[in-house]
Protein backbone atom coordinates (compact mmCIF):
# COMPACT_ATOMS: atom_id res chain seq x y z
CA UNK A 1 0.00 0.00 0.00
CA UNK A 2 1.24 3.13 -0.94
CA UNK A 3 1.44 6.18 1.35
CA UNK A 4 -1.15 8.59 -0.32
CA UNK A 5 -4.11 5.66 0.47
CA UNK A 6 -2.87 4.55 3.73
CA UNK A 7 -5.20 5.48 5.70
CA UNK A 8 -8.77 3.22 4.38
CA UNK A 9 -12.52 4.59 4.13
CA UNK A 10 -12.74 2.76 7.71
CA UNK A 11 -10.12 5.03 9.32
CA UNK A 12 -10.88 8.46 6.90
CA UNK A 13 -14.38 7.67 6.54
CA UNK A 14 -16.10 10.17 4.51
CA UNK A 15 -18.44 12.49 4.84
CA UNK A 16 -22.14 11.90 4.01
CA UNK A 17 -23.48 14.50 1.88
CA UNK A 18 -27.26 13.64 2.38
CA UNK A 19 -27.13 13.41 6.09
CA UNK A 20 -25.74 16.59 6.61
CA UNK A 21 -28.15 18.20 4.10
CA UNK A 22 -30.64 16.83 5.81
CA UNK A 23 -29.23 18.55 9.18
CA UNK A 24 -28.27 21.51 8.11
CA UNK A 25 -30.80 23.01 5.10
CA UNK A 26 -33.84 23.78 7.18
CA UNK A 27 -36.04 26.33 6.71
CA UNK A 28 -35.69 29.13 8.33
CA UNK A 29 -32.07 28.79 8.37
CA UNK A 30 -29.02 30.47 6.43
CA UNK A 31 -28.01 27.04 4.91
CA UNK A 32 -29.90 26.84 1.28
CA UNK A 33 -27.25 24.59 -0.76
CA UNK A 34 -25.06 21.82 0.40
CA UNK A 35 -22.33 20.09 -1.89
CA UNK A 36 -19.54 17.25 -1.01
CA UNK A 37 -16.85 16.71 -3.82
CA UNK A 38 -13.91 14.47 -3.43
CA UNK A 39 -11.98 16.48 -4.92
CA UNK A 40 -10.73 20.19 -6.11
CA UNK A 41 -8.24 22.53 -6.62
CA UNK A 42 -9.94 25.54 -3.98
CA UNK A 43 -13.28 25.60 -2.45
CA UNK A 44 -12.92 28.82 -1.81
CA UNK A 45 -11.95 29.66 -6.02
CA UNK A 46 -14.94 27.40 -6.97
CA UNK A 47 -17.53 29.08 -4.56
CA UNK A 48 -16.25 32.42 -5.84
CA UNK A 49 -16.93 31.83 -9.07
CA UNK A 50 -20.38 30.19 -8.07
CA UNK A 51 -20.83 33.57 -6.77
CA UNK A 52 -19.97 35.44 -9.52
CA UNK A 53 -22.98 33.27 -11.46
CA UNK A 54 -25.59 34.60 -8.64
CA UNK A 55 -25.41 31.86 -5.97
CA UNK A 56 -27.48 32.93 -3.32
CA UNK A 57 -25.98 33.41 0.34
CA UNK A 58 -26.27 30.16 2.24
CA UNK A 59 -23.79 27.82 -0.23
CA UNK A 60 -21.93 25.63 1.72
CA UNK A 61 -19.28 24.19 -0.78
CA UNK A 62 -17.09 21.24 1.07
CA UNK A 63 -13.99 18.69 -0.83
CA UNK A 64 -12.99 15.45 0.91
CA UNK A 65 -9.54 16.62 -0.84
CA UNK A 66 -8.00 20.01 -2.39
CA UNK A 67 -5.38 19.91 -4.91
CA UNK A 68 -4.47 23.53 -4.91
CA UNK A 69 -6.10 24.81 -1.66
CA UNK A 70 -5.02 28.17 -0.84
CA UNK A 71 -4.57 30.57 2.64
CA UNK A 72 -4.19 33.72 3.60
CA UNK A 73 -0.95 35.93 2.50
CA UNK A 74 -0.78 33.93 -1.19
CA UNK A 75 0.03 30.87 1.07
CA UNK A 76 -0.93 27.08 -0.09
CA UNK A 77 -3.41 24.65 2.64
CA UNK A 78 -2.46 21.68 2.44
CA UNK A 79 -3.93 18.41 3.98
CA UNK A 80 -4.38 14.51 2.69
CA UNK A 81 -7.54 13.89 1.28
CA UNK A 82 -10.40 13.57 4.17
CA UNK A 83 -7.76 13.92 7.03
CA UNK A 84 -9.94 17.71 7.90
CA UNK A 85 -12.54 19.40 6.68
CA UNK A 86 -12.30 21.72 4.13
CA UNK A 87 -14.94 23.96 2.72
CA UNK A 88 -16.50 27.07 2.16
CA UNK A 89 -19.51 29.33 2.87
CA UNK A 90 -21.30 32.18 0.81
CA UNK A 91 -22.47 35.35 2.61
CA UNK A 92 -24.37 37.81 1.10
CA UNK A 93 -24.17 40.73 4.24
CA UNK A 94 -24.61 43.19 1.19
CA UNK A 95 -28.44 41.99 0.75
CA UNK A 96 -31.20 42.34 2.87
CA UNK A 97 -32.30 39.43 4.97
CA UNK A 98 -35.09 38.09 4.36
CA UNK A 99 -37.00 39.25 7.54
CA UNK A 100 -36.32 42.89 6.11
CA UNK A 101 -33.14 43.78 8.24
CA UNK A 102 -31.20 46.07 5.97
CA UNK A 103 -27.62 45.11 3.82
CA UNK A 104 -24.93 45.71 6.01
CA UNK A 105 -22.43 48.38 5.24
CA UNK A 106 -19.21 47.19 3.65
CA UNK A 107 -16.91 49.08 6.47
CA UNK A 108 -18.08 46.29 9.09
CA UNK A 109 -17.54 43.61 6.82
CA UNK A 110 -14.09 43.18 7.98
CA UNK A 111 -15.20 41.22 11.24
CA UNK A 112 -17.00 38.02 9.26
CA UNK A 113 -13.66 36.32 9.12
CA UNK A 114 -13.27 36.85 12.94
CA UNK A 115 -17.10 36.11 13.19
CA UNK A 116 -15.98 32.95 11.25
CA UNK A 117 -13.02 32.37 13.76
CA UNK A 118 -15.57 32.85 17.08
CA UNK A 119 -17.52 30.23 15.60
CA UNK A 120 -15.21 27.82 14.34
CA UNK A 121 -13.42 27.84 17.36
CA UNK A 122 -16.44 27.68 19.83
CA UNK A 123 -17.79 24.48 17.78
CA UNK A 124 -14.94 22.89 17.82
CA UNK A 125 -14.02 23.16 21.56
CA UNK A 126 -17.23 21.86 22.38
CA UNK A 127 -17.54 19.46 19.87
CA UNK A 128 -13.80 17.95 19.90
CA UNK A 129 -13.35 18.49 23.58
CA UNK A 130 -10.33 20.51 23.00
CA UNK A 131 -9.19 23.23 24.43
CA UNK A 132 -8.87 26.52 21.37
CA UNK A 133 -7.58 29.51 21.18
CA UNK A 134 -7.67 32.14 18.30
CA UNK A 135 -4.24 33.60 16.62
CA UNK A 136 -5.10 37.20 15.25
CA UNK A 137 -6.85 37.25 12.70
CA UNK A 138 -8.47 33.97 12.73
CA UNK A 139 -5.73 30.77 12.86
CA UNK A 140 -6.99 28.39 15.14
CA UNK A 141 -4.69 26.98 17.93
CA UNK A 142 -4.33 23.93 20.18
CA UNK A 143 -1.86 22.75 22.48
CA UNK A 144 0.25 20.00 21.64
CA UNK A 145 2.79 18.88 24.39
CA UNK A 146 2.34 22.70 25.92
CA UNK A 147 3.07 23.99 22.45
CA UNK A 148 0.24 26.57 20.65
CA UNK A 149 -0.26 24.96 17.17
CA UNK A 150 -1.83 25.70 14.15
CA UNK A 151 -4.90 23.76 13.70
CA UNK A 152 -7.50 25.39 11.27
CA UNK A 153 -7.37 28.55 9.27
CA UNK A 154 -9.80 30.81 7.22
CA UNK A 155 -9.85 32.93 4.30
CA UNK A 156 -12.04 35.31 3.67
CA UNK A 157 -12.40 36.67 -0.08
CA UNK A 158 -14.75 39.22 -1.72
CA UNK A 159 -16.83 37.77 -4.28
CA UNK A 160 -18.92 40.66 -6.03
CA UNK A 161 -20.63 43.90 -4.44
CA UNK A 162 -23.00 41.69 -2.36
CA UNK A 163 -20.87 38.66 -1.39
CA UNK A 164 -17.96 37.30 -0.03
CA UNK A 165 -16.78 33.72 0.61
CA UNK A 166 -15.16 32.50 3.68
CA UNK A 167 -13.21 29.24 3.50
CA UNK A 168 -12.07 26.83 6.53
CA UNK A 169 -9.42 24.33 6.42
CA UNK A 170 -8.95 22.57 9.92
CA UNK A 171 -7.29 19.35 10.58
CA UNK A 172 -8.68 16.88 12.41
CA UNK A 173 -7.02 13.49 11.74
CA UNK A 174 -2.99 14.30 10.57
CA UNK A 175 -0.42 12.37 12.27
CA UNK A 176 2.53 14.61 12.66
CA UNK A 177 4.61 13.16 9.87
CA UNK A 178 1.77 14.00 7.86
CA UNK A 179 1.34 18.07 8.86
CA UNK A 180 2.75 20.37 6.26
CA UNK A 181 5.14 22.38 8.67
CA UNK A 182 5.73 21.72 11.79
CA UNK A 183 3.85 24.18 13.50
CA UNK A 184 1.05 22.95 12.26
CA UNK A 185 -1.21 20.44 14.62
CA UNK A 186 -4.77 18.58 14.44
CA UNK A 187 -7.23 17.83 16.10
CA UNK A 188 -5.88 14.15 16.94
CA UNK A 189 -2.41 15.37 17.76
CA UNK A 190 -4.30 17.36 20.49
CA UNK A 191 -5.43 14.32 22.06
CA UNK A 192 -8.99 15.09 20.44
CA UNK A 193 -11.63 12.63 22.17
CA UNK A 194 -14.36 12.87 19.14
CA UNK A 195 -12.66 13.36 15.59
CA UNK A 196 -15.76 12.11 13.56
CA UNK A 197 -16.01 15.03 10.58
CA UNK A 198 -19.75 14.84 10.32
CA UNK A 199 -20.79 16.43 13.69
CA UNK A 200 -17.50 18.36 13.53
CA UNK A 201 -18.74 20.00 10.29
CA UNK A 202 -22.58 20.70 11.80
CA UNK A 203 -21.24 22.27 14.87
CA UNK A 204 -19.24 24.62 12.83
CA UNK A 205 -22.01 25.64 10.58
CA UNK A 206 -24.85 25.54 13.15
CA UNK A 207 -22.36 28.20 14.75
CA UNK A 208 -21.53 30.38 12.31
CA UNK A 209 -25.16 30.74 11.31
CA UNK A 210 -25.90 31.56 15.23
CA UNK A 211 -22.95 34.37 15.33
CA UNK A 212 -24.00 35.83 11.99
CA UNK A 213 -27.98 36.02 12.48
CA UNK A 214 -26.96 38.03 15.98
CA UNK A 215 -24.37 40.24 13.82
CA UNK A 216 -27.26 40.85 10.98
CA UNK A 217 -29.62 41.43 13.88
CA UNK A 218 -27.70 44.60 14.70
CA UNK A 219 -26.88 45.85 11.01
CA UNK A 220 -23.22 44.32 11.88
CA UNK A 221 -22.37 46.06 14.91
CA UNK A 222 -19.48 43.73 16.27
CA UNK A 223 -19.97 45.53 20.06
CA UNK A 224 -23.81 45.14 20.27
CA UNK A 225 -24.07 41.97 19.38
CA UNK A 226 -20.95 40.84 21.67
CA UNK A 227 -18.45 39.71 19.00
CA UNK A 228 -16.14 42.19 19.73
CA UNK A 229 -16.25 40.98 23.64
CA UNK A 230 -16.42 36.92 22.86
CA UNK A 231 -13.28 37.47 20.09
CA UNK A 232 -10.92 39.45 22.65
CA UNK A 233 -11.94 36.83 25.44
CA UNK A 234 -11.23 33.80 22.86
CA UNK A 235 -8.02 35.34 21.43
CA UNK A 236 -4.87 34.12 22.32
CA UNK A 237 -2.65 37.05 20.63
CA UNK A 238 -3.81 39.84 23.37
CA UNK A 239 -1.53 40.52 26.03
CA UNK A 240 1.38 39.21 24.06
CA UNK A 241 4.16 40.32 22.52
CA UNK A 242 4.13 40.09 18.70
CA UNK A 243 6.38 41.16 15.65
CA UNK A 244 3.89 42.58 12.82
CA UNK A 245 5.03 41.86 9.05
CA UNK A 246 3.19 44.70 7.59
CA UNK A 247 2.23 44.57 3.88
CA UNK A 248 5.20 46.45 2.02
CA UNK A 249 7.82 44.57 3.95
CA UNK A 250 7.95 47.00 7.15
CA UNK A 251 8.21 45.15 11.10
CA UNK A 252 6.55 46.46 14.00
CA UNK A 253 7.29 44.59 17.75
CA UNK A 254 5.34 45.61 20.57
CA UNK A 255 2.53 44.26 22.84
CA UNK A 256 -1.09 42.89 20.86
CA UNK A 257 -3.31 45.22 23.66
CA UNK A 258 -6.65 45.34 21.83
CA UNK A 259 -8.43 44.42 18.70
CA UNK A 260 -10.35 47.78 17.61
CA UNK A 261 -14.43 48.05 16.24
CA UNK A 262 -12.91 47.55 12.94
CA UNK A 263 -11.03 43.92 13.49
CA UNK A 264 -7.79 45.24 13.43
CA UNK A 265 -4.76 44.41 16.22
CA UNK A 266 -3.62 47.00 18.18
CA UNK A 267 -0.33 47.11 19.14
CA UNK A 268 1.31 48.99 21.35
CA UNK A 269 4.80 50.00 20.79
CA UNK A 270 7.65 52.95 21.65
CA UNK A 271 4.93 54.40 23.46
CA UNK A 272 2.31 55.07 20.21
CA UNK A 273 -0.42 52.55 19.19
CA UNK A 274 -0.96 51.39 16.08
CA UNK A 275 -3.94 49.55 14.57
CA UNK A 276 -2.45 46.74 12.20
CA UNK A 277 -5.41 45.42 9.92
CA UNK A 278 -3.47 43.09 7.36
CA UNK A 279 -0.35 41.25 7.61
CA UNK A 280 1.71 38.66 9.40
CA UNK A 281 1.71 38.53 12.81
CA UNK A 282 3.99 36.10 15.11
CA UNK A 283 3.76 35.86 18.66
CA UNK A 284 7.06 36.29 20.18
CA UNK A 285 7.44 33.60 23.46
CA UNK A 286 10.10 35.28 26.16
CA UNK A 287 12.25 31.93 26.18
CA UNK A 288 14.05 31.58 29.74
CA UNK A 289 17.80 33.29 29.53
CA UNK A 290 16.68 34.48 25.89
CA UNK A 291 15.68 37.97 24.64
CA UNK A 292 11.93 38.09 23.52
CA UNK A 293 12.74 38.49 19.79
CA UNK A 294 13.58 34.70 19.95
CA UNK A 295 14.43 32.46 17.21
CA UNK A 296 11.71 31.22 14.74
CA UNK A 297 11.33 27.95 16.39
CA UNK A 298 10.00 29.58 19.34
CA UNK A 299 7.21 31.82 17.46
CA UNK A 300 3.56 30.71 16.30
N1 LIG B 1 -2.94 21.87 6.77
C1 LIG B 1 -2.35 22.95 7.28
N2 LIG B 1 -2.42 23.19 8.61
C2 LIG B 1 -1.85 24.25 9.18
N3 LIG B 1 -1.17 25.18 8.50
C3 LIG B 1 -1.06 25.00 7.18
C4 LIG B 1 -1.64 23.89 6.52
N4 LIG B 1 -1.35 23.99 5.22
C5 LIG B 1 -0.65 25.12 5.10
N5 LIG B 1 -0.48 25.73 6.29
C6 LIG B 1 0.16 27.01 6.57
O1 LIG B 1 0.53 27.62 5.37
C7 LIG B 1 1.91 27.96 5.36
C8 LIG B 1 2.56 27.24 4.23
O2 LIG B 1 2.41 28.03 3.15
P1 LIG B 1 3.42 27.93 1.97
O3 LIG B 1 3.46 26.50 1.50
O4 LIG B 1 3.08 28.96 0.97
O5 LIG B 1 4.82 28.18 2.66
P2 LIG B 1 5.50 29.49 3.12
O6 LIG B 1 6.69 29.02 3.90
O7 LIG B 1 4.57 30.40 3.84
O8 LIG B 1 5.89 30.19 1.77
P3 LIG B 1 6.75 29.63 0.57
O9 LIG B 1 5.73 29.31 -0.51
O10 LIG B 1 7.62 30.79 0.19
O11 LIG B 1 7.53 28.43 1.01
C9 LIG B 1 2.51 27.59 6.60
O12 LIG B 1 2.93 28.76 7.25
C10 LIG B 1 1.39 26.95 7.41
O13 LIG B 1 1.10 27.75 8.53
O1 LIG C 1 -4.65 29.78 7.35
C1 LIG C 1 -4.88 30.30 6.26
O2 LIG C 1 -4.04 31.00 5.69
C2 LIG C 1 -6.22 30.08 5.63
C3 LIG C 1 -6.40 28.66 5.17
C4 LIG C 1 -7.76 28.42 4.53
C5 LIG C 1 -7.86 27.04 3.94
C6 LIG C 1 -9.25 26.72 3.49
S1 LIG C 1 -9.45 25.02 3.02
C7 LIG C 1 -11.02 25.37 2.34
C8 LIG C 1 -10.90 26.70 1.65
N1 LIG C 1 -10.44 26.56 0.28
C9 LIG C 1 -9.25 27.11 0.10
O3 LIG C 1 -8.61 27.11 -0.98
N2 LIG C 1 -8.81 27.67 1.23
C10 LIG C 1 -9.78 27.52 2.30
Redesign the pocket.
Given at each position: MTSSNRWSDLERPPLNESTLRRALLTSPGLWTALDVVADTGSTNSDLVARAKAGAAEGAVLVAEGQSA?R?RL??????PARS?LFFSILLRPGLPTPDGRPAVPVDRWGWLPLLAGVATAAAVSRTAGVDTALKWPNDLLVSVGGEER??A?ILAERADDTGLVIGV?L?VS?REDE???P??ASLALAGAPVLDRDPLLRAVLRSVAEWYGRWRAVDGDPHECRLQEAYAAGCATLGRTVRAELPGGRELVGEAVAVDSDGRLVISAGGRQEPVGAGDVVHIRPVAGHDAESDRGDER
Open positions: GGERRWTAGKTGGNLLPVTA
